[in-house]
């Protein structure tokens, strides 16, 4: 007995295959391509969000942090020198511009935020907005 097409079948290995593809990394946003950079721990601690972000060899004054409502966003550049007479042999360390925007799962208190960059990690605390938080409502 002969087979029938099946288009939610096609439909499905198409999306198997998108998914596929957007998971391999070819299309990551760091400077290397690599993967998304800087990469970022994020989590919360009580009301507040904590953000542990790797930047080795950026300095302080190359890094832009913003907050806008929920995004948070950090840009920056990183370079590494070799001297005029280098003659390059091999090429692993990432050089260049970044930009990077995480959509946090708050509204953060933009005055209140603290940053400490410190042997190549910079910690974020993000206070969580008072607007944001619960509110106990009394029923009389």
Known sequence: MPML???FEQLREFQRAIDAF???GWL?????AGGAYP???IFRKGDDIIAIIEVPG???SDLDIRIESNTLRISGSKSVEYGDKAAMHRRERSAGRFDRAVTLPIDVDADK???ECRDGVLALYL???ERDKPRAISVS
């Open 22 to 24: 957007r998971s391999s």
């Open 39 to 41: 990469p970022i721990n």
């Open 28 to 32: 990551g946003s760091g400077v290397s």
């Open 113 to 115: 935020i603290k940053a």
């Open 127 to 129: 206070p969580r907005a």
């Open 5 to 7: 097409f099946d288009p």
């Open 58 to 60: 950026v300095r302080k």
